[in-house]
C-alpha cells in the first residue's frame, strides 16, 4: 500500500523515477513504529548528504570514474560517523544517479527530484507504519514470553525427568529476542507514540529470564542428580503436574544443598512468568 500511494503522488508532480519513492516507502517499513520513525528520518538525511556530494562532484570531476569512486567512500563515511548505517545504500544509489548524470542541466533537477521522490516514499512509509499497519509490539512480546516459558520449562523437565544434556543456546535466542522486543516498545513509549502500563512487567520479566537462565546453567553442568526436596518436588509437580520416583534419606551432600537451591531459584522464577501469562493471556490483544 505504501508503495502504492507513493508511486501515485509522485506521478501527479510527473516525476520520471518513482521507483525511488517505492524504494523510501519499502524502507520506512519497520518492525516497530520508532524503528520506523528513526530510520526514516536517517534515510531522508542520508538522502540528502547522497544528493548534495553528489552535485558537487558530478560538477567538479564530471563522469570521472576515480573520483566518483572517492565520492562514494565519502558518502559512506559520513553515513558511518552519523550512525545513519541502513542509510548507506539508498545514500551511495543517489550520489551516483547524479554523480553519472552526462548533461548538466539535468543533474540540478536530478538531485531534486531524487530527494523529492525519496521524501515522499519515506514519510508515506511512516505514516502507513504508524496510522494503518502499525505493528503490535506487545503482542510480540507476549508472545515471546510464552515462547520463552516453553523452553525454559522444556529445559528443566530434560535435566529432572530425563537427566539428559540440554542445549541452552535456543534459551538465549530467545531472551534476546524478548529484550529486542521490549526496546522496540520502549522506545514508541519514549516518543509519546504509545502508552502502556505493562512495561515495567516486561521489563521484570527480561530479568527474570536472565536468572533462570544463570540457575539452569549451573543446573546442567552438575554431573549427578541429587535428591529433590520437598520444597521442589511441590513446585515440580505445580508446573508439570507430574510427580518423582520417591526417594528415601536426606539431604546429606554439598551438591543436593546447592542443587537444590538453584532449582528453587528456577522454579519460583518460572512461576512468576507463568503468573504473568495467566494475567495477560496473549488472545486479549
Not at 27 to 48: I, Y
Not at 127 to 153: D, Q, V
Not at 185 to 204: E, H, V
Not at 216 to 235: A, F
Request: with cysteine; proline share 3%; hydrophobic share 45%.
Amino acid at each position: 500500500m505504501a508503495v502504492s500511494i507513493s508511486i501515485m503522488i509522485c506521478s501527479l508532480f510527473e516525476s520520471k523515477s518513482p521507483i525511488f519513492a517505492g524504494i523510501g516507502a519499502i524502507m520506512a517499513m519497520q518492525a516497530s513504529v520508532s524503528e520506523s520513525f528513526t530510520m526514516g528520518k536517517n534515510r531522508m538525511l542520508g538522502t540528502f548528504v547522497g544528493a548534495i556530494i553528489g552535485l558537487l562532484f558530478s560538477l567538479a570531476f564530471p563522469q570521472n570514474p576515480f573520483f566518483i569512486g572517492i565520492g562514494v567512500i565519502i558518502v559512506i563515511h559520513l553515513c558511518y560517523i552519523m550512525r545513519w548505517n541502513k542509510a548507506l545504500q539508498l545514500s551511495a544509489i543517489v550520489f551516483m544517479g547524479i554523480a553519472l548524470n552526462p548533461i548538466l542541466e539535468a543533474r540540478f533537477s536530478y538531485a531534486l527530484f531524487r530527494i523529492i521522490d525519496t521524501f515522499i516514499g519515506i514519510i508515506v512509509g511512516m505514516i502507513i507504519n504508524y496510522f494503518i499497519s502499525a505493528p503490535n509490539m506487545e503482542k510480540r512480546i507476549r508472545g515471546s514470553i510464552n515462547t520463552l516459558y516453553n523452553e525454559c520449562k522444556k529445559i528443566i523437565y530434560t535435566i529432572i525427568w530425563k537427566q539428559g544434556e540440554v542445549d541452552l543456546r535456543e534459551l538465549r535466542s530467545d531472551i534476546t529476542l524478548l529484550a529486542e522486543n521490549y526496546e522496540a516498545l520502549s522506545n514508541d513509549i519514549d516518543l509519546n507514540l504509545f502508552r502502556n502500563k505493562d512495561s515495567n512487567s516486561y521489563n521484570k520479566i527480561l530479568s527474570i529470564a536472565d536468572s533462570i537462565e544463570t540457575n539452569i546453567s549451573l543446573l546442567s553442568k552438575m554431573d549427578k542428580i541429587p535428591y529433590i526436596d520437598g520444597k521442589n518436588q511441590k513446585l515440580l509437580k505445580e508446573l508439570f503436574d507430574k510427580t518423582l520416583d520417591p526417594k528415601e534419606g536426606l539431604i546429606k551432600e554439598d551438591i543436593d544443598i546447592v542443587y537444590n537451591y538453584h532449582l528453587n531459584q528456577s522454579l519460583n522464577l518460572l512461576l512468576e512468568i507463568k503468573s504473568f501469562l495467566e494475567e495477560h493471556p496473549l488472545e486479549n490483544k
